[in-house]
């Protein structure tokens, strides 16, 4: 290593480019066999990192040693086949390559001029994603760090634009009637936290009640919203669910949009699940209406199969974005330089300083065409179809509900018959399956109930590995009770 700055010599640097691409295809070895979770304890996982702070650089090689074992030969098992737990994806190999880059090239696109390509390259992304949801050609947009972050944004947008005549910028919310905002009771928790990051407080969330296949009930938000006028509130927003993170419910868009219409609201979307679903043929009658929003949120680390961190927000045009967020400064101010045409991205979010996130995305899309990636969807979406059927054949499972999407919600039943006593168990079982690793798993509650929940947001799966699930809850399941009985 050169003692002059921090660089290798670049014989060096590719001997270890090398042995990172050696450890990269390692983790794509046995990718099928591969656990979805190591059970180490806490402690000893805090204990591998525990050191004090290194004074003295160490040779580069046994530090890659050390992280083959400690962090890469540990992963959860995000890439393979056997992870259902959350909603996430397995990534993809292109965006293993574009970060590599994007990383070397070290762009920050805030603003044109220090990343012309990479700034861009963000605004085909914005637009091809415009596209895909049928939103106008000038629409605006942003790539966040995920879905949390892409409602976030979208509220902010709605915030400030509804609000703008009230200088709400300048003011803030102080003497502001408490707005509100209306979204089903399967909303995603980042809304919950949205509303309170804003101002508006939790209080002013309306949690509407659920029909049976989890969608939001139109009456009932229709009654609260004049409920709310009556008592001296200003209805501000409904949020629609494009996909809920519990069942992938997909609410009435279209019906949202006319009542968002009719009492002159704002209309945000999370389609942080789900909405790039709505490409889908066999789909497109349930996402009518998602085109008639003023912003919606993505998470491109769901559905277009990317690695951890890549959301976007997409808006009706680039000035809600800047209406929202243009805050001049001398130190930005590129003015002279440019004519008019340049974006300044700085200019149309939160954030100053950021890394190229659309660059994965972009080669992503363009290297594997949206033909195959609408088809890795809905193999997504048939492989949950069949696990659904095969847990309907079965004599020891049971399906609790239903999904138009990638995920299922069922429970274990083996012999017993009393409902709460299944329910009981299949709760008591899930840290028996993290122990077990084999498949990663988790649970959720659907209205108030414990059930499992597998989602399915990885091209590796197959039909293999989905009666590999059911095996391995069956073989857990009966190690269980026979410990137990
Ligand atoms: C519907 C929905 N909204 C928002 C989120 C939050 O996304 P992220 O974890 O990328 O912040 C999720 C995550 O699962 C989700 O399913």
């Not at 014989?11 to 990269?24: G, I, P």
């Not at 580069?60 to 890469?72: N, R």
């Not at 390559?97 to 012309?116: D, F, R, V, Y």
């Not at 409902?419 to 008591?428: G, H, K, L, T, Y």
């Amino acid at each position: 290593m050169k003692q002059d700055s921090l660089d290798f010599s670049l014989e060096d640097f590719k001997q270890l480019l090398d042995r990172s691409s050696t450890l990269v295809l390692n983790q794509f070895q046995g990718l099928d066999k591969s656990k979805g979770y190591h059970d180490f304890p806490q402690q000893e996982v805090e204990d591998w990192f525990a050191e004090s702070l290194p004074k003295k650089g160490m040779d580069i090689s046994l530090l890659l040693d050390d992280v083959a074992k400690k962090v890469l030969r540990t992963a959860t098992g995000n890439l393979g086949p056997h992870m259902y737990a959350y909603v996430m994806s397995g990534g993809n190999q292109v965006s293993i390559l574009a970060e590599q880059l994007a990383t070397t090239i070290n762009q920050n696109q805030t603003k044109w001029h220090l990343g012309p390509a990479m700034n861009e390259i963000e605004k085909r992304v914005i637009a091809w994603t415009a596209e895909l949801l049928k939103f106008p050609e000038d629409s605006g947009g942003v790539l966040v760090s995920g879905g949390s972050a892409a409602n976030l944004t979208g509220l902010t947008v709605g915030r400030n634009i509804f609000f703008e005549k009230e200088g709400i910028r300048k003011k803030g919310v102080f003497g502001q009637k408490p707005f509100i905002v209306y979204a089903s009771e399967e909303v995603h928790s980042c809304i919950d936290k949205s509303v309170e990051l804003l101002g508006i407080g939790s209080n002013h969330l309306r949690k509407i009640k659920t029909n049976s296949e989890f969608q939001i009930d139109l009456t009932a938000l229709k009654n609260q919203i004049e409920e709310d006028i009556s008592a001296g509130y200003q209805p501000f927003c409904i949020v629609g669910n494009a996909g809920t993170v519990n069942t992938g419910a997909i609410d009435d868009l279209n019906a949202l949009a006319d009542i968002a219409e009719s009492y002159e609201l704002w209309y945000h979307i999370d389609g942080a699940y789900g909405a790039l679903a709505g490409i889908l043929d066999s789909l497109k009658k349930e996402y009518l209406g998602m085109n008639r929003a003023d912003s919606i949120a993505l998470d491109f680390h769901k559905w277009l199969y990317q690695p951890f961190e890549a959301g976007c927000t997409i808006v009706r045009n680039w000035n809600n974005l800047k209406r929202t967020y243009y805050k001049p400064a001398p130190y930005l101010d590129t003015e002279l330089s440019n004519d008019g045409k340049r974006l300044e991205f700085n200019e149309h979010y939160f954030q100053l300083s950021r890394n190229a996130k659309a660059f994965k995305v972009w080669m992503t899309i363009k290297a594997y065409g949206m033909e195959r990636i609408k088809a890795m969807i809905q193999k997504d979406i048939d492989l949950t179809n069949y696990l659904n059927e095969q847990i309907k054949k079965s004599n020891d499972f049971e399906l609790v509900a239903d999904s138009k999407l990638a995920v299922s919600c069922f429970r274990f039943k083996g012999n017993m018959t009393n409902p709460s006593e299944i329910i009981d168990f299949n709760q008591r079982l899930m840290p028996e399956l993290e122990k077990d690793g084999r498949v990663f798993i988790m649970g959720t509650k659907l209205k108030g109930q414990y059930a499992i929940r597998a989602c399915f947001i990885n091209h590796r799966k197959t039909r293999e590995t989905t009666d590999y699930l059911l095996d391995v809850i069956r073989d857990v399941a009966k190690t269980y009770s026979s410990l137990n009985s």
